[in-house]
């Protein structure tokens, strides 16, 4: 069976950011926008075509299967125009040497329009909508720069991608504020007709204030019993909110609304290769560029001490097989915590997200995962639906199956 590693010697994947952190938003949450201290506005902070060209020959170059994908991301990678990612698709033609490519994106939907959506449908890009939900709980923490409310554009540019028939899923953070309301926000995504919904945790550290100096977020390594965000979500609420939607699901839903963490976990307990990066054992599939070239191990990791180089300096292959990139994604495996080690969910987890790991465990150990709490009660609370879906899937019968067994339980 599979152990469920990244190997960063196969084919890489690499998130391109042709605007890096430049948005037209403000959202109170932002982890990105800090990082590599750019400003509020684009600017010259945009990817040019030649770097474009270099990134796409050079990726597709790396590439050995015959289905290759791309994910678009930012800030709002929208604000690069159309003419880029036409320009991108061509290019892709030119270099994919008769092999599929597969591009997605991730926008806030402010943007979106008419001329996008059928961009999108005739080149069949898969769009991530960035909502948090319900009204009160998108416009909580994502707010234009003006400071007004969100939410209306975001549901309009919903509208529209069904109206075109543009493939979409919702990505929604769990905050401090949308974690108290877990069966509103699945429902709610039900009733708007989204079958697939991705749901990311907040959590971030704030430097301590000081005279004359301002209040910054801190990158991973500086984590260690710093204060948390304020909007980050609690330990215990992350498993709650995970809990509750996870019985919504697997109550009605199953094979027909998809949670992209549900699926993950399930394939840890089949023992399939990781399809999160966050539940892998070791970290390093998960690259990003920035628009000026610099490539990043990691999204979260965008700061100047983890950049690996820049592409038209070094080749993509060469940086993604460099050892401070494979280091990187060891670490990952051989800085658990003793009480990591020892748990029986650590094949589910594997320590989930370095990136979280500035929590004091029970022992007293530095770098244990914040997320930790949240985590094993949503895995105790899973594990007997999980072990029967297992169980269905490797007979050959589908997972689905477990909501009749789940009734039937309850009779």
């Known amino acids: 069976m599979a152990n469920g590693n990244f190997d960063p010697t196969a084919a890489c994947q690499v998130m391109p950011k042709p605007v890096g952190p430049a948005c037209n938003m403000a959202c109170s949450y932002c982890y990105?926008?800090?990082?590599?201290?750019?400003?509020?506005?684009?600017?010259?902070?945009?990817?040019?075509?030649?770097?474009?060209?270099?990134?796409?020959?050079q990726f597709l170059l790396s590439q050995k299967g015959d289905c290759i994908s791309i994910t678009w991301h930012g800030g709002e990678p929208l604000l690069r125009g159309i003419e880029f990612f036409e320009k991108a698709v061509e290019l892709q033609r030119k270099y994919a040497g008769g092999r599929?490519?597969?591009?997605?994106?991730?926008?806030?939907?402010?943007?979106?329009?008419?001329d996008w959506c059928r961009f999108f449908h005739e080149n069949r890009f898969l769009v991530g909508l960035s909502i948090d939900g319900p009204e009160h709980v998108h416009d909580r923490y994502r707010r234009d720069r003006s400071g007004h409310a969100t939410f209306s554009r975001a549901i309009r540019a919903m509208r529209l991608f069904q109206e075109h028939?543009?493939?979409?899923?919702?990505?929604?953070?769990?905050?401090?504020?949308?974690?108290?309301?877990?069966?509103?926000?699945?429902?709610?995504?039900?009733?708007?007709?989204v079958d697939f919904m991705q749901f990311i945790p907040v959590v971030e550290c704030l430097s301590h204030p000081?005279?004359?100096?301002?209040?910054?977020?801190?990158?991973?390594?500086?984590?260690?019993?710093?204060?948390?965000?304020?909007?980050?979500?609690?330990?215990?609420?992350?498993?709650?909110?995970?809990?509750?939607?996870?019985?919504?699901?697997?109550?009605?839903d199953v094979g027909r609304c998809f949670v992209p963490l549900f699926d993950a976990v399930l394939g840890n307990w089949c023992g399939a290769p990781a399809s999160l990066c966050v539940l892998a054992k070791e970290c390093g599939?998960?690259?990003?560029?920035?628009?000026?070239?610099?490539?990043?191990?990691?999204?979260?990791?965008v700061f100047p001490e983890h950049r690996l180089g820049n592409i038209g300096e070094?080749?993509?292959?060469?940086?993604?097989?460099?050892?401070?990139?494979?280091?990187?994604?060891?670490?990952?495996?051989?800085?658990?915590?003793?009480?990591?080690?020892?748990?029986?969910?650590?094949?589910?987890?594997?320590?989930?997200?370095?990136?979280?790991?500035?929590?004091?465990?029970?022992s007293g150990?530095?770098?244990?995962n914040y997320l930790c709490e949240g985590l094993k009660l949503f895995f105790s609370h899973t594990e007997h639906s999980m072990r029967f879906m297992r169980n269905e899937l490797l007979n050959g019968r589908p997972a689905a199956n477990v909501m009749g067994w789940r009734r039937r339980m309850r009779a």
Not at 165 to 186: A, G, H, W
Not at 285 to 301: F, I, K, P, Q, R
Not at 365 to 368: K, L, N, P, V
């Open 32 to 57: 990105y926008t800090q990082k590599t201290g750019i400003g509020d506005s684009c600017g010259n902070r945009m990817m040019s075509e030649r770097l474009l060209e270099l990134f796409i020959r």
């Open 100 to 114: 599929q490519v597969e591009n997605s994106i991730q926008t806030n939907g402010v943007l979106v329009d008419g």
């Open 165 to 193: 028939k543009v493939e979409f899923n919702t990505l929604s953070t769990i905050n401090d504020y949308s974690s108290q309301f877990p069966v509103e926000i699945y429902r709610f995504f039900k009733e708007q007709g």
């Open 210 to 252: 000081s005279k004359g100096a301002r209040q910054r977020l801190l990158p991973p390594g500086e984590r260690i019993e710093k204060r948390v965000a304020p909007w980050s979500v609690r330990p215990g609420d992350y498993g709650r909110f995970l809990t509750a939607v996870f019985d919504e699901w697997v109550a009605g």
């Open 285 to 301: 599939n998960a690259a990003v560029l920035e628009h000026d070239g610099s490539l990043y191990s990691c999204d979260h990791y």
């Open 314 to 362: 070094k080749s993509l292959f060469e940086l993604m097989r460099s050892g401070r990139h494979k280091r990187f994604g060891r670490r990952k495996s051989e800085r658990l915590t003793s009480e990591c080690r020892a748990c029986g969910y650590l094949f589910l987890c594997r320590g989930e997200c370095p990136r979280n790991r500035f929590a004091v465990s029970p």
């Open 365 to 368: 150990e530095r770098g244990h």
